[in-house]
């Protein structure tokens, strides 16, 4: 039976453990994959082979794992790992060939999730990810794996038609001046043009960080990101896809899932909610969560709300 919730407009009271914001791992070290190696952290190692393991994904495509640190919240009950994707952040100075991208593959990256299982020894795993990582989750669910328990999808890339879509519309919203300079230097290519930049920078300012993105320090001093990969992959701005990615889309696929989903995204999401709904529709056990007030970065603006929310879901759905 599909169950849909809806959080939006409503105030919730709730209470979230406190995270140091560059709390150590218990273990951490490097997982060989295909092309090089990957870096990985994990929290919560009592709770190894006693709970199913949270696996998270960042987003991108070239992200890092800091934007997912308020995960390590959950290690008070699950095992925690995050990491680090081929040719990113910690494991960036670890591809076999820096000029190589041939590995730049939905299925490279969605590969990487059971070569972390084969490493560790993860009988049992939940899988999330958000933005790009909400992809490599959708992709992993889809495979029903054995031992896969529940699947989180934070502010998902489904379909890149439906998403490029969905920020069209967002951007008909937008002052005038900015639609006409998003337009006019999509036509002509220009996407380094001060006006599109100005322009892309106030589409952020709603459907980025719609309030304000909290600066918990979970980036200081981290390895960066890889922007050749989000480029190459993606494409210039978050709402221009003309990359690798272009016409992806997951969604025919979505009615196999077998086990129990969060789908969960801001108020203002370039992943828009009536997306969010429409997909989790296609799944059998799905749940859908709106973070008010938010836009895409709902791990920064909505933090207490989102771990409050995947810890209700796996209490409820992980017995």
């Known amino acids: 039976m599909k169950l849909i919730k809806l959080v939006l407009f409503i ?4 209470i979230s453990t406190p995270v140091i914001a560059h709390q150590d791992p218990d273990q951490s070290g490097y997982i060989q994959v295909d092309g090089g190696k990957i870096w990985y952290r994990l929290n919560g190692l009592e709770h190894l082979g006693k709970r ?13 794992h800091r934007g997912l640190m308020p995960y390590v919240e959950l290690a008070d009950t699950y095992p925690v790992i995050l990491y680090d994707q081929l040719g990113n952040g910690m494991s960036s100075k670890f591809v076999d060939d820096p000029n190589d991208q041939s590995t730049w593959t939905v299925e490279h990256f969605v590969k990487e999730i059971s070569q972390i299982r084969e490493a560790l020894n ?5 899988i999330a990810g958000h933005s ?14 054995a031992g896969l328990r529940a699947a989180i999808f934070g502010s998902p890339l489904i379909s890149t038609p439906q998403w490029v879509s969905d920020n069209r519309e967002w951007i008909s919203q937008m002052p005038q001046q900015y639609q006409d300079a998003i337009n006019k230097n999509e036509a002509a290519g220009t996407f380094d043009n001060p ?16 309030s ?24 210039p701005s978050e709402f221009t896809a003309n990359g690798t990615l272009a016409n992806y889309d997951i969604s025919p696929k979505l009615h196999t899932v077998e086990v129990p989903v969060l789908m969960i995204c801001g108020e203002y999401d370039e992943a828009a909610p009536k997306s969010c709904y ?9 749940r859908t969560v709106i973070v008010p007030n938010a836009g895409h970065a709902i ?19 992980v017995k």
């Open 195 to 210: 006006e599109y930049r100005m322009a892309e920078r106030a589409f952020y300012d709603r459907h980025m960080c719609h």
């Open 212 to 235: 304000d993105c909290v600066d918990r320090g979970f980036r200081d001093n981290a390895m960066s990101g890889n922007r050749e990969m989000y480029q190459t992959m993606w494409g």
């Open 132 to 145: 790009w990582g909400g992809t490599l989750s959708a992709e992993y669910a889809v495979k029903n794996e």
């Open 11 to 14: 105030t919730i009271a709730f």
């Open 52 to 64: 199913p393991a949270i696996i998270a994904m960042h987003g991108g495509p070239g992200g890092t």
């Open 299 to 317: 791990l920064s603006e909505g933090k207490d709300l989102v771990v409050s929310t995947i810890r209700e879901f796996l209490a409820e759905t």
């Open 278 to 286: 429409k997909f989790a529709g296609m799944i059998d056990d799905a």
């Open 122 to 126: 993860l009988d049992e795993v939940i």
